[in-house]
């Protein structure tokens, strides 16, 4: 079973700029979140999708990254403009969704590493 | 507010030793889950282990185990035999009304 695919793998641009970052999580996965990981730091959430909906954006610098989720399926993470501080890695994960009340496992992908000159 | 404090920031050990990683949690709530995962230099993270709060039993995969012990709010994960694929940084994470917090991680060197 393929796990939650990430792309592109590396991107490098000047401040600024925009940047998008995609994810396709695994399939059957009903809720997908974005995480930002700081150098030396654990994932922080960004926000989480259930299916289309944003049900906790509450960390999203909502002035520069904006996210969609149109079919329930396929993830896109924006930034526009990019700032010398958003270099870092942006991981999606997906997870079934909660069941029977127990909380969901989060499986991740490799992670797009962004550098902003 | 949920915290998970891991202070091992690096531990190195020479192959075959086993190794214990340390993980200390805070939460108000009753009912809440415990993660570990691995993330090798390729970066993705590996989920390893799920543990809920009602389940205080120890558990072993292979060279791995765990000790869970509510009294002091550790999740404790020890390698034993160590190997140099070992060598990863290992997040512990607590989940509470849905939202995951990890620790900053301990990096594990296994030196051949």
């Known amino acids: 079973e393929a796990g939650v695919v990430q792309s592109p793998r590396y991107k490098i641009i000047e401040k600024k700029q925009p940047v998008a970052f995609w994810c396709n999580p695994i399939?059957?996965?009903?809720?997908l979140y974005w995480y930002l990981q700081n150098l030396g730091q654990g994932p922080e959430l960004l926000i989480r999708y259930e299916n289309e909906e944003a049900v906790d954006d509450s960390q999203l610098p909502k002035d520069r990254f904006s996210a969609e989720r149109l079919k329930g399926v396929d993830s896109t993470l924006k930034i526009q403009p990019a700032e010398l501080g958003d270099s870092a890695v942006y991981l999606c994960a997906s997870s079934l969704g909660r069941t029977s009340g127990e909380a969901d496992t989060q499986y991740f992908g490799p992670g797009t590493r962004l550098t902003v000159l | 507010a949920q915290k998970v404090t891991q202070a091992q920031t690096e531990i190195s050990v020479v192959e075959k030793e086993d190794v214990t990683l340390d993980c200390v949690y805070e939460?108000?709530?009753?009912?809440?889950?415990l993660f570990w995962y691995k993330q090798p230099p390729s970066g993705e993270l590996v989920f390893l282990i799920r543990r809920n709060s009602f389940d205080e039993q120890n558990e072993i995969s292979g060279r791995y185990s765990w000790n869970f012990q509510k009294s002091t709010s550790s999740f404790n994960f020890t390698i034993t035999a160590s190997q140099v694929v070992d060598s990863a940084v290992y997040f512990c994470a607590l989940s509470e009304e849905e939202k995951l917090t990890f620790g900053t991680g301990t990096r594990l060197t296994i030196i051949p």
């Open positions: 399939s059957g996965h009903n809720t």
């Open positions: 939460t108000r709530d009753t009912t809440y889950y």
